[in-house]
């Protein structure tokens, strides 16, 4: 269940005398910039610093997306609800990383998904107008934003398509397919099963049934977090049948 602490969120916000510019050295909107170019950056952009607690609500699916938010801090989830009523995660996003980049623009600008702390989180906030600003008068920092968008587009449609996959069989096979790469290999789940049901939209015991017939099947060999894959041909079948 979501923690709707919306009428606190509004307290949330305190401007910063001092942050630790350090953490955006390695967010993808300041690639290629020096510390110090960081840090005049920021002083010249009006910004703040807004706080959640694990469970509380950042945006709702359908809101108007009227800033661009950079995790400096903590880990936030995207998550959205299917036909069904089941919660499906989308991915979540932890320090370094921004939040509905490529939404903030166009006719549409709205989450397309739910967004929630996991964990305590702090975000920096611009405005839109403000970024703007700062786009127009940065080249670096321009090309860096559209870099973001444009992977944030290849990423969308990745999970368009795997969310099209019908079965938890494919689901699975396109999971693991993508994790090991190219050939032959084995797979570390940074995933518990729980997560992995909830980012597939079934649950738990499912996802350990389908992976317990793909090892009777000499496909994979599971032992706890580590999944070998013994036939990728076979994993690579599963998604064209």
């Known amino acids: 269940m979501l923690q709707n602490n919306r009428n606190h969120n509004k307290f949330c916000y305190f401007y910063r005398k ?18 110090t170019e960081i840090e005049e950056i920021i002083r010249n952009v009006p910004y703040r610093i807004r706080k959640f607690n694990p469970g509380e609500i950042i945006a709702l699916n359908g809101e108007k997306v009227e800033s661009l938010m950079l995790v400096l801090s903590g880990d936030v989830k995207g998550e959205m609800i299917s036909e069904g009523g089941k919660v499906i995660r989308i991915e979540n996003i932890t320090a370094s990383g ?31 107008s403000d970024l703007l ?25 990745e999970k368009i398509r795997f969310l099209n996959f019908k079965t938890i069989r494919k689901k699975l096979a ?35 049934r389908e992976l317990g017939k793909l090892e009777e099947e000499g496909i994979i060999e599971a032992k706890g977090k580590k999944i070998t894959i013994l ?8 998604l064209i049948d």
């Not at 001092?18 to 510390?35: A, E």
């Not at 939040?99 to 906030?125: H, K, S």
């Not at 036939?231 to 599963?238: A, G, T």
């Open 18 to 35: 001092t942050m630790d510019y350090n953490v955006l050295l390695k967010n993808p909107l300041f690639r290629g910039i020096s510390l």
């Open 98 to 128: 921004a939040l509905a980049a490529a939404f903030l623009f166009g006719n549409r600008n709205e989450y397309p998904v739910n967004v929630i702390a996991v964990n305590p989180t702090e975000l920096l906030v611009i405005l839109r």
């Open 133 to 157: 600003k700062l786009l127009m008068r940065n080249d670096r920092i321009l090309i860096n934003y559209l870099d973001m968008i444009s992977n944030r587009s290849q990423f969308l449609s």
């Open 231 to 238: 036939q990728r041909q076979k994993l690579l079948s599963l």
């Open 174 to 208: 396109h999971y693991l397919l993508k994790k090991s790469g190219k050939g032959e290999g084995s797979v570390i789940l940074d995933v518990t099963q729980s997560e992995l049901a909830d980012l597939f939209g079934v649950t738990r015991p499912s996802v350990g």
